[in-house]
T-cell receptor
Framework: DADVTQTPRNRITKTGKRIMLECSQT?????MYWYRQDPGLGLRLIYY???????NKGEISDGYSVSRQAQAKFSLSLESAIPNQTALYFC??????????????FGPGTRLTVL | GNSVTQMEGPVTLSEEAFLTINCTYT??????LFWYVQYPGEGLQLLLK?????DKGSNKGFEATYRKETTSFHLEKGSVQVSDSAVYFC???????????FGTGTSLTVIP
């Protein structure tokens, strides 16, 4: 089984709808991240969390919110989806160990289309 | 600030050709440097890393050397295969703020 899973894998929605993307991990890592990937822009950080009580905004947090329900779960919400949020979304984790905390593990991605 | 710049693609090579994908970085402190690979339809996975100057990361025939004097971490492979077709991302990690920074990705297609 995959260590980092994302649901759904694909989603098509309409402008103005609320959408939640979910991420679960079995790696036991404290740190979790949400990125979006757009052609020519690479990965941009939306939010990150270093433990259950810690939530931080990334480079492009406007229009998004997150919830860290447990160490293993980190959800991303689009309160009112708009077409320019059409992108590929990735969840990632990392641990905090010296020598290992610098490596991220990615989920398979969620392809979101907002019409 | 911290940033990563990598060569734009797409890159198309014939099988067994030599590959170089350039990556340069700007960072405060002493970052770790990475190459991640994204195969079609999948998430990113770590290809190799180097944590200090002059270190060489290697995996699956790919290599990259951490060059502090030129702030570079170029990815090389002596003989590419069709199965190497993917998007390659250069990245850095700094433990000042525990942040990761990614390049824009370089798409590689290897043709038989």
């Amino acid at each position: 089984d995959a260590d980092v899973t994302q649901t759904p894998r694909n989603r098509i929605t309409k402008t103005g709808k609320r959408i939640m993307l979910e991420c679960s991990q079995t790696k036991g890592h404290d740190r979790m991240y949400w990125y979006r990937q757009d052609p020519g822009l690479g990965l941009r950080l939306i939010y990150y969390s270093f433990d259950v009580k810690d939530i931080n905004k990334g480079e492009i947090s406007d229009g998004y919110s997150v919830s860290r329900q447990a160490q293993a779960k980190f959800s991303l919400s689009l309160e009112s989806a708009i077409p320019n949020q059409t992108a590929l979304y990735f969840c990632a984790t990392s641990d905090t160990g010296i020598g290992t905390g610098d490596t991220q593990y990615f989920g398979p991605g969620t392809r979101l289309t907002v019409l | 600030g911290n940033s990563v710049t990598q060569m734009e693609g797409p890159v198309t090579l014939s099988e067994e050709a030599f590959l170089t994908i350039n990556c340069t970085y700007t960072a405060t402190g002493y970052p770790s440097l990475f190459w991640y690979v994204q195969y079609p339809g999948e998430g990113l996975q770590l290809l190799l890393k180097a944590t200090k100057a002059d270190d060489k990361g290697s995996n699956k025939g790919f290599e990259a050397t951490y060059r502090k004097e030129t702030t570079s971490f170029h990815l090389e492979k002596g003989s590419v295969q069709v199965s190497d077709s993917a998007v390659y991302f250069c990245a850095l990690y700094t433990n000042t703020g525990n942040q990761f920074y990614f390049g824009t990705g370089t798409s590689l297609t290897v043709i038989p």
